[in-house]
């Protein structure tokens, strides 16, 4: 970006900008961060108030009509430059995320905060009472104002758009649910054919496991895969996240279960894959816009890549394994590895999405795409969502929720956001782990060796070559085109779980 800065005075300017935008942020979510580990209970007030004042403080700087003069004047080098350029990009991803923070009026946004935090504190107490009826009302308040959300973007195809594109850019409705389409006519057989099969026992994984030593091991094996810890670190949670405040500070979250191995390393694994991808942006890009995972689908793609076709391989635990037992003496010394291999891959009808495996787990995120959409499109009313999300889950994953707290309760989205945009990357980053996996092994055959010896290098240099460099560069629509030559399809998916599974369960 060095060339361009040396005669374009202007450019400088808005990179200046920028950087003081993304310093505050960066403070914002160091607050956020303290918030979810260490910050005392009775903080919670003022650190609420804390982060507000600085999400507003950014906000206002960044809509200052100087930036879009700025980037008015810099359209010209947009142009002229080649797409792929660092500079065209950084003005074409800066002017789109400025049309769209101006597109939305303040009062509206700070009338939506209040209203989703309300929308969360009523809906923590009904998923405890298993009372769906007295969030009702706020739900049908959130669905209203996602329309209105929504209409600020107007132009769209399907009122849902603009909600998708703001966490999935350049992808919409027409061409999400033609995949999701696709993927439930394939899973919903395999998963009838894998529960005619018995149920693989999973108790070797439900003993007691001292934390501590839960602890020293994933962070053993998340150094192998490639986590910097000069640039990163782990802390305990709730909810595990990853978070960054700079490409030398990208740091990950875990909570652990002491009567479950599955929570805390896998959850481990997850976080990793977040951050690989963070710590791999090109450090040109630091504190712009362009420095960042480029949609959600993109970053889950990730995350499930190194979780589930990594960390839950054959491979993996080949090399893995005996260092486990040596963790775990009395509790796995006398478990092989094939049944441990079973256990960690255990496929079953659940009601709870974020417990489900591998095969099941994308049917619990089209169920809430699909409702989302009839919810929005005004084809269902509020309160008949808890009978149609049941409907579905009798007629996808064959099983009925006892009650609405794990049923349509269950996840915090709808509750503490807006209806629509939340859900499709997960199944977006499914289908996407698997087509860029199979790329890299076409390349490089030689990966699943590899990491049968522990050696995770080659894979995860291609990720850095192919995706982590680019930061937010290319949509995920490009970056899968460019990296695997074709776009978004459902076969590598379907033919990796086809494989694993149907040789898991001899079908
Ligand atoms: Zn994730």
Redesign the pocket.
Known sequence: MQTLEKTEPKLVQLKTLLTEINDIESAAALLYWDQATYMPPEGTAARGRQLATLTQIAHAKFTDPQIGQLLEDLRPYEQSLAYDSDEASLIRITRHDYERAVNIPSSFTAKFSQHTAECYEVWAKARAANDFAAVAPYLEKTLELSRELANFFPGYEHIADPLIADADYGMTVKSVRSLFTQLRQELVPIVEAIASQPVADASCLHQHFPEAEQLDFSLKVIEQLGYDFQRGRQDKTLHPFMIKFSTGDVRITTRVRENDLNEGLFSTV?ETG?ALYEQGVSRNYEATPLAGGTSAGVH?SQ?RLWENMVGRSRPFWKFFYPQLQETFPQQLGNVDVETFYRAINKVERSLIRTDADEVTYNLHVLIRFDLELQLLEGKLAVRDLPAAWNERYKSDLGITPPNDSSGVLQDVHWYGGAIGGAFQGYTLGNLMSAQLFAAAAQVHPEIPQQIASGNFTTLHDWLKQNLYQHGRKYTAAELIQRVTGSPLQIEPFISYIKQKFGELYGI
């Open positions: 997850h977040h889950e995350s």
